[in-house]
């Protein structure tokens, strides 16, 4: 009789269940690693932003077009609301100072870029450096606007991408509210005085400054004023930009005059505008001017979007083409306009700049923000953008695409001095300080607003002191870092160059090989599928040999 064959060993039966169990662990690896090579996960594109109403409609619209460019990806934007990003600025400090910045971000070309660099842990080294992306979509030929550029480029390194060309130092008015007091529009900043004098005499609000923007709205009434103001005493706008760069010498006999000048024609604004706005944003303010409540608010040319998005209202320039016959005399249907744009009475000389920005920290999700960011950057994706908000900084445009003549006005301005350097300033209250400089005058000014007293001056007076000093240390802590003033040498931004450069400066702009596509998750996934089939095998062989 033969021998019963012996039961298997405890030990190798529990070798043929680890090694069956294993082997279904790899084939069902090799299952999962099969189907996400057939249906690979989407990149998400995080972007921290602060358009939560004007530039939501734009900003959707170009997301869902670089999603349908590029299906491998989706983009959720980070949304902190507040007029000129006043809270998102100081969000993303905290955050970068922290080392934990955001995956891709808004931000403004002029100085603003320059505090989260002096606030990373790695300062430059924190962030994509643009300069090589720009030239590979075009930017750094002759199809872009170079003083657009200039804004965004210091010393000659780039570090954030623009994403549209606004204008800054706008008035926005009913026609209707002039016509029906019989008032003219204010082609001059004495006119504007005047006409804010009659309104109040005739019982009409002649201002809507709001103060739930934490100042922002005050900061740009009082620099247009200084603008103005400089304008029509020095006529070259240096004054504006000796402030950007903290240079501005309150000292100076005429310097101080037009400060002086500036603080009391921003009270008599403050002093006769609306009643209840001090609980107000910019955007709850604007219904106010086209029904006629109030004469005239000041802002910038995302003024037009809004109104266009949500009330419906479209915007049209003075003097142009679509109010005015050629005869000079009113259009038929120019009664209908409830709301026009114009260059702040005195500031016409100038194309005063506002371009929002995206910025890509260096990390393991650089390579999607910055897929992101050159779409957004590209002429496709402007043409999508600028629709809907700003004018675009691409100069060889031609036909009227924009959703409000107004935005065509802009771009128009933009083309008469693209050759004259000089007539470019970049606004103060959108990137044209730090961000710590920023944020404490608009507050003095928010401050000031309040108090509207000779107390309410002289305390202003030493808090703006104060700011322009910071702001000048800031920009030497730039130059220090190699930074120290927008543009190049040879093209500097607005034709000025702050007094601490000199010709040792350097003025050569680098191809960058900041951005290295993270690869090893790609590796070892690759790996895997190399591997696993061999284990497979030798398992199975594991298997057979313990049977035999």
Sequence with gaps: MEKPEAPPTKSGGYKKVIAIVVVIIVIAGIGVGVYEFTHPAKKTVYFYTWWATEGKIAFDKEASAFEASHPGYLVKPTIKPGAGGTAAKGAILALIKEGKPPDTFQTHLGPEILSYIDAAPSKAASFVKMNSVASSIGLTTSTAFCQVLMAGTYNGSMYSLPVDMHQGAQLYFNPQTLAENHLPIPLN??????????????????????????????????????????????????????????????????????????????????????????????????????????????????????AYD????????????????????????????????????????????????????????????????????????????????????????????????????????????????????????????????????????????????GAGIHTFDSSLSSVLSTEQSEWKVANSLGFGFMGTLSHPFGGYLPPWVNSSTSTTVTADNAVHTNTSSNYSSSIYYVIAPFIAFVLGSLIMSDKR
Excluded: H
Aim: hydrophobic content about 35%; some cysteine.
């Design 189 to 306: 900043f004495t006119t504007l005085m005047s006409d804010t004098a009659a309104l109040k005499a005739k019982g009409v609000t002649p201002w809507i400054i709001p103060g739930d923007d934490g100042g922002w709205d005050q900061m740009q009434n009082w620099e247009d004023t200084f603008l103005a103001l400089d304008n029509k005493t020095c006529g070259n706008g240096t004054l504006y930009d000796e402030f950007m760069y903290g240079t501005l010498n309150l000292s100076n006999p005429t310097v101080a005059k037009i400060v002086g000048e500036t603080n009391s024609d921003f009270l008599t604004m403050e002093n006769n505008s609306y009643s209840g706005e001090t609980s107000m944003t910019w955007t709850q303010a604007l219904p106010k001017v086209v029904d006629k409540d109030v004469g005239f608010e000041a802002n910038g040319n995302w003024y037009v979007d809004y």
């Design 310 to 453: 949500y009330l419906n209202v479209t915007t049209y320039p003075v003097n142009s083409t679509y109010v005015y016959m050629n005869n000079g005399t009113l259009k038929p249907d120019a009664g209908n306009i409830k709301l026009m744009s114009m260059d702040f009475p005195g500031t016409g000389k100038y194309f005063v700049l506002v371009s929002d920005s995206i910025a890509v920290p260096s990390g393991s999700t650089a390579t999607q923000g910055l897929t992101f960011a050159k779409f957004f950057a590209s002429y496709n994706g402007q043409m999508v953008f600028t629709k809907w908000k700003a004018s675009s900084f691409y100069n060889n445009i031609t036909t009227d695409y924009y959703n409000t003549p107004s935005q065509y006005a802009s771009y128009l301005d933009a083309k008469t001095v693209a050759n004259k350097p000089t007539d470019w300033l970049y606004q103060l209250s959108d990137g044209g300080l730090f961000d710590g400089p920023y944020l404490t005058i608009i507050s003095s000014l928010l401050s000031l607003a309040s108090t509207r007293d």
